[in-house]
């Protein structure tokens, strides 16, 4: 039987860039993925490179930000190596808040956000309904977004040039253990061996044994128009309703619920125009747009909405997942951290907050791996 020194489990953007992590430190790596690569969570996202403190815990706002600080030369490796294009944008992200919900004296830490007055958003943005934005206190976030599925896109192609082995329609069972410690896995196809496992099954990870994870699917409809102009709007917006994400090309993203809804994945047609009509009362002339598409994609969730990143009680039995609805922004500083763990180096960031452990699933393993 072939044996690889890793096997990942999970081809979302996250376990592509920790396979590609691994492929760097000299392992031979497995992907097994239950279905296609790269087009669950990962190919459902918006794809806003964001730290805003209002949206995120605060125990992960560290690694937010080195992760996205990361994000240039992330995207730069994997169109080097993946030959293909990724739309990344800098053009930043203007918040619009409530000022009864959030008062704005708590919100203006300079490096963060910068207040913008109605003048300068007219300027900034003219399309956007002055009289929704004047009831809301308005702030510039220097932020980046990124067209997620460009990049999972490069991502497999870059771990594919870099020979990291795929197994894809392949569901994962539960991960074989042999004297005392991981030793593959089981699928619905066959049994795959390998010195180490990380599980970075996303909203599935919990249905993989034999450690109990306690990831959970949140559901998120969104859906796709093309502008009626190509810069109609340039930069993300995030209203309380609503965010609108506008690409390069000219197409633009509008999200996105959050639904305890299980594993369901359908759209549902009074959702989508209640997020339609939401946009259109930010930036009326969205009236003129075509929809393209529309769908529903499964976030990771956790009790805490902490990711859980780290070893299990299982020697040589990895977890990377949990990230919610930053997968896409935390993947170049989870690959990093999960490969310093999974090498038996010291993190460069505080990972206490984020072990399997805090679920009652067992002190993670110090040893060398």
Known sequence: MKHWDAIVIGAGIIGLALAIELNKRGMRVLIVEKGEPGREASWAAGGMLADFPLEMPAALRELAAASARMYPEFVHELEDESRLKIDLRDQGTLALIDPALHPPDGLQSGAVATPVPQAKLAELEPNLSSAKASRLTVLFLKERSVEPRHLTAAAVAAAKHRGIDFSSGDQVLSVDVGSGRAAGVRTTKTN???????????AWA????????????VKGQMLCVVMPEKEMVRHVIRAPE?????????????GATQ??????KQT???????????????????????ILEAWAGLRPGTPDALP???????????????????????????????????AGEKAEFEMAAFGVERFGNGSPQSERL
């Open 308 to 342: 859980i990143l780290g070893a299990t009680a299982t020697p040589g039995y990895f977890v990377a997942t949990g990230h919610f609805r930053d997968g896409i922004l935390l993947a170049p500083v989870t690959a990093r951290v999960m490969g310093q763990v999974i």
């Open 268 to 290: 549902v047609p009074e959702t989508i125009q209640r997020l339609r009509q939401a946009a259109l009362e930010l930036a009326p002339r969205l009236g003129e747009a075509r």
């Open 192 to 202: 795959f061996a390998g010195g180490m496992v990380v599980n970075c099954a996303g």
């Open 259 to 264: 639904e305890e809804a299980g594993f369901d």
């Open 206 to 217: 919990g249905q993989i044994g034999p450690h109990k994870i306690p990831a959970r699917p």
């Open 242 to 254: 609503v965010y609108l994400i506008p690409r390069s090309d000219g197409r633009m993203v509008i």
